[in-house]
């Protein structure tokens, strides 16, 4: 460190690697994981109970294959799964929706996706999962019966506001037609682009009541505590999967539902989206990591030049080779510790403003249809630093000894001549 | 006669340089007794450095002993050899070779720190020798801030802190004009008669003979004489 030449420039080099790993690493964690957790709170949560019928053919929402006997289900999953996971009934329905003029003549109407949830129960955490208090724009949440929440853009698309009754028409669970009015309660952004044009949220019970589902709904969403590993959901997963096969089904449901447990892996082609995410991110603190050998290397051998004093002086006053290079190795140890922490500091930094701030990426995703927040934020995790860390001190060791091993091929002679020639 | 160092048995270096073998050594024998004070002289490529670093044990002979006080340094490991530099052997050079980040106190001290002495115990012995050689008043300061006559004392304690049996100087008044190679050589005949180490020069400066107490010129490898102060003279 005292020398500075030859201290600053592999520390610098560390350092912004680390910082540039830590920094990419965040904002990668941050939006693939942001769009892990909105898919999981908007549409399959952690974990998923359905039934295999329904799931098949999700697209068509189905309703007629969804899971009767509310209350037994509930309980049977609280007693078969563990405490920490909650579970949210949900109905996905898919309907068009209808403006109607002052005469009562259709003045707007577009098909939309639609979800009810728990938005009244005191108990209920569907509100804080979808950030829906945080999201209204205008209006209120739902309070009363047949209340709606619907998507900014949406509202836009209908010339619909707040207060505005309006009719949704779609089919009911034993295939009937059904039309029923709803009040637009309030207006939402939930950040998402496909969801704002085409999402309205209603209440469970005025969905239940809306396509005669008394006592059903289609899915049974469980969600774990944040930072649960993703092996926890297979876990959990796996034990309810095992319980299912013993269960005796509520006699209210049909002769042939077969409900079925999903982990979030096993939706949407996620569980392959992850892997190859984990496999991108090798890659970019790999080709970092190598990146910084290389010039760490070629540090290493400039400073062995200019260091061939030092070594020759060294090897001629009886340092044995072997201390020579552990020295030259506790020195990369040391500046590769020290880069590792400043650059951790500066790319966590980043990462944290990035995660506080978010970055708007709204215009871009407009056109994607794609369930990722407008908003991109980076998250700061230990295993960030970690990736970081490692690979830092690691490029720093590995460089000082590649180019060490130039000065523990030559000869002392040799490395005496040299230091002659000056 | 004083006991004997350094004994050289017909040693024979030869580089491979290209597709040609070149000899820097040929048959070369003689003796070295402690305490001795001696150069070897002669023209460029005669083998002044080669024999330097062959008593050094910095490189191996091709053919040849070269036996230090009994023992054979061609039987000995890489390890070995460099503990028998550790403990033995003082080096001085042309340029110097102090480390420019470390101040003159930091520089003497630095061969005992190789040898796994701490700093605490030997700092007396450090600031004795620092004084020793004259620079007591530039303790603290760095190379850059020195003259050259100042950076060779520095190199002189550095060589001699450690308290060898032998110091080998490879042409140490070459970048030194006159009066500060005199200094410098008075110095050096000064510490070896108290310090009783032995001295031996590579150098083709002239004004060095004069302060040696015996001369050995080397031409195309050979020993051509060995000339000693007591007018006693061995042509070879």
Same mark, same amino acid.
């Given at each position: 460190?005292?020398?500075?030449? /030859? ?10 690697? #680390?910082?540039?790993?830590v920094?990419l690493?965040?904002f990668?964690?941050g939006?693939?994981?942001g769009?892990i ?7 399959s ?7 295999k019928a329904?799931y098949?053919?999700?697209?068509l929402r189905?309703?007629?294959r969804a899971?009767a006997?509310?209350?037994?289900t ?6 078969n ?6 579970w ?5 329905w898919g309907?068009?929706?209808? #403006?109607?003029?002052?005469?009562g003549?259709?003045?707007?109407q577009?098909?939309v996706?639609g ?5 009244k129960s ?5 509100i804080d999962?979808l /950030? ?13 019966v ?9 509202a836009?698309?209908l ?5 505005q009754?309006?009719?949704?028409l ?6 009937g ?7 637009i309660?309030?207006?939402v952004r ?5 969801m ?12 239940q ?7 059903m709904?289609t899915?049974w ?28 089904p509520p ?9 079925? #447990?999903?982990?979030i892996?096993?939706?949407?082609n ?12 090798g ?5 970092f ?9 070629n ?14 002086l060294?090897?001629?006053?009886g340092?044995p080779?072997? /201390?020579v290079i ?7 140890l ?10 951790s ?5 980043f990462a944290?403003?990035?995660q ?10 407009a ?7 407008d908003?991109?934020r980076a998250?700061?995790?230990v ?5 970081g ?6 490029a ?5 000894l590649?180019a ?10 040799n490395?005496?001549r ?5 | ?6 004994t ?7 580089y491979?340089?290209g597709e040609?073998?070149?000899t ?5 024998s003689?003796e070295?007794?402690?305490?001795a004070?001696m150069?070897?002289?002669?023209p460029?490529?005669s083998?002044k ?7 050094g ?7 040849g ?9 061609e039987k000995?490991?890489?390890?070995q ?13 042309q340029?110097?070779n ?9 520089n ?9 002495q701490k ?21 603290n300061k760095?190379?850059a ?16 802190v450690k308290?060898?049996?032998l ?9 030194l004009d ?7 050589l008075?110095?050096m005949?000064?510490?070896?008669h ?9 150098t ?5 003979t004069?302060?040696i107490?015996r001369?050995v010129?080397?031409e195309?490898?050979r ?9 006693k003279?061995?042509?070879?």
């Amino acid at each position: 460190m005292r020398d500075k030449a /030859r201290f600053l420039f592999p520390f610098s080099v560390v350092a912004i690697g #680390v910082a540039l790993v830590v920094a990419l690493v965040g904002f990668m964690e941050g939006v693939f994981m942001g769009m892990i957790d909105m898919t999981a709170n908007l549409d399959s949560g952690h974990l998923r109970l359905v039934n295999k019928a329904f799931y098949d053919e999700e697209h068509l929402r189905p309703l007629d294959r969804a899971l009767a006997s509310q209350r037994e289900t509930r309980e049977w999953l609280l007693k078969n799964s563990k405490a920490e996971v909650d579970w949210a009934p949900r109905i996905r329905w898919g309907a068009i929706l209808d #403006v109607p003029d002052e005469q009562g003549e259709t003045r707007s109407q577009t098909p939309v996706v639609g979800m009810g949830l728990d938005l009244k129960s005191p108990n209920s955490n569907e509100i804080d999962r979808l /950030r829906l208090k945080s999201s209204l724009v205008a209006g209120t949440l739902p309070k009363g019966v047949n209340e709606m929440l619907m998507g900014v853009q949406l509202a836009e698309v209908l010339d619909a506001s707040v207060g505005q009754s309006i009719t949704l028409l779609g089919q009911s669970f034993d295939g009937g037609m059904v039309a029923d009015n709803y009040k637009i309660s309030g207006l939402v952004r939930f950040g998402i682009t496909a969801m704002d044009k085409k999402m309205v949220l209603i209440d469970l019970v005025d969905a239940q009541n809306t396509f005669y589902m008394e006592d059903m709904v289609t899915d049974w969403l469980g969600y774990f505590p944040p930072s649960t590993d993703f092996d926890r959901y297979e876990e959990i997963k796996g034990s309810i999967s095992a319980s299912l096969a013993d269960w005796t089904p509520p006699k209210d449901w049909a002769k042939d539902d077969s409900p079925i #447990v999903l982990s979030i892996r096993d939706q949407q082609n996620i569980g392959a989206i992850m892997d190859k995410f984990r496999v991108i991110k090798g890659f970019v603190v790999g080709i970092f990591t190598f990146l910084m050998v290389l010039v760490l290397w070629n540090a290493g051998i400039l400073s062995g030049i200019h260091r061939y004093g030092e070594m020759g002086l060294r090897l001629a006053f009886g340092e044995p080779h072997w /201390r020579v290079i552990m020295t030259l190795a506790i020195e990369g140890l040391w500046i590769g510790f020290l880069g590792s922490v400043v650059g951790s500091l500066f790319g966590g930094s980043f990462a944290w403003y990035l995660q506080e701030v978010g970055l708007n990426m709204g215009d871009s995703f407009a056109q994607t249809g794609l369930m990722i927040n407008d908003v991109v934020r980076a998250r700061v995790t230990v295993g960030g630093f970690i990736q970081g860390i490692v690979p830092g001190v690691f490029a720093s060791v590995a460089g000082t000894l590649v180019a060490s091993m130039a000065i523990f091929q030559r000869s002392e002679a040799n490395l005496f001549r040299e230091l002659e020639a000056g | 006669m004083s006991e004997t160092l350094i004994t050289l048995e017909r040693v024979c270096k030869v580089y491979q340089v290209g597709e040609e073998n070149f000899t820097a050594l040929n048959d070369v024998s003689l003796e070295v007794g402690a305490g001795a004070f001696m150069s070897f002289v002669g023209p460029s490529g005669s083998g002044k450095t080669t024999v330097l670093n062959l008593i050094g044990g910095l490189d191996r002979p091709t053919t040849g002993n070269i036996i230090f006080k009994g023992a054979n340094l061609e039987k000995m490991s890489r390890d070995q050899l460099a503990a028998y530099r550790r403990e033995n052997i003082g080096f001085i050079f042309q340029t110097y070779n102090l480390l420019p980040v470390y101040s003159v106190y930091e520089n003497v001290l630095f061969p005992l720190i190789l040898n796994g002495q701490k700093e605490s115990e030997v700092r007396e012995r450090v600031n004795a020798m620092v004084a020793k050689v004259g620079l007591e008043d530039q303790v603290n300061k760095k190379p850059a801030q020195l003259s050259g006559g100042q950076c060779q004392r520095v190199a002189i304690a550095r060589a001699l802190v450690k308290d060898p049996l032998l110091i080998l100087a490879d042409e140490p008044t070459a970048n030194l004009d006159s009066e500060n190679s005199r200094q410098i050589l008075e110095l050096m005949q000064e510490l070896n008669h108290e310090y009783k180490a032995a001295v031996i020069f590579s150098t083709h400066d002239e004004r060095v003979t004069r302060y040696i107490r015996r001369e050995v010129r080397l031409e195309d490898g050979r020993v051509s004489w060995d000339k000693r102060r007591n007018g006693k003279e061995i042509e070879s």
